[in-house]
C-alpha cells in the first residue's frame, strides 16, 4: 500500500512538472488601450514584436513593449495596443540580446543590438489587427507595420 501511495505521488508531481514546463513556454497578452474614450468601431489592435518598445506615440511619450515572464525564461507576454483608427507615427527603439555557446552549452560570446529612435508612419482601419515587427541585417533594423494574417 505504501509503495502504491508513493508511485502516485511521484506520478503526479512528474505530471504537475511537466505541466509547469508547458505553461512556461506559453504566449500570453498584455493588453494595452491608449484612448478609453474612443468608441469600440474607431479602433483597431496594433501588436509589437518582442524585441520593440514604442516611446512616443503621436509625438507623446508612452512606453509600449512585450516583456518576458517565465521562471524558465520562455514565456513571452505580447503586447497588444488598442489604438484609434487613422494615421498615426510612432517612435520605436530596438533591442535584442544573443548568445553563442559551445558544445557543452557554455555561453561564449554575447551580442547586444540597440537601434533607437526609429520613426515608423501608418494608416489603420478600425477592427483590424496590425503587426509592428523588426528585420535586423547586420547593423541595420527596418520596423514595418503590416496587417495580421
Excluded at 551580442?111 to 528585420?135: D, L, R, S
Aim: with cysteine.
Amino acid at each position: 500500500m505504501k509503495n502504491k501511495l508513493i508511485r502516485l505521488i511521484s506520478i503526479l508531481g512528474i505530471i504537475a512538472f511537466f505541466g509547469l514546463i508547458l505553461a512556461s513556454c506559453s504566449t500570453t497578452t498584455n493588453s494595452i488601450v491608449y484612448d478609453s474614450a474612443v468608441p469600440e468601431d474607431k479602433i483597431c489592435t496594433l501588436e509589437l514584436d518582442y524585441f520593440l518598445t514604442v516611446t512616443a506615440f503621436n509625438n507623446e511619450p508612452v512606453k509600449w513593449k512585450a516583456v518576458t515572464a517565465s521562471f524558465l525564461s520562455h514565456a513571452l507576454v505580447k503586447a497588444q495596443i488598442q489604438i484609434p483608427e487613422g494615421t498615426h507615427t510612432f517612435v520605436v527603439d530596438y533591442h535584442t540580446t544573443e548568445s553563442q555557446s559551445n558544445l557543452n552549452n557554455t555561453v561564449i560570446t554575447t551580442y547586444t543590438y540597440t537601434a533607437n529612435n526609429i520613426k515608423v508612419m501608418y494608416t489603420f482601419e478600425a477592427g483590424k489587427i496590425y503587426v509592428m515587427q523588426a528585420e535586423r541585417l547586420g547593423n541595420e533594423v527596418n520596423v514595418t507595420v503590416s496587417l495580421k494574417q
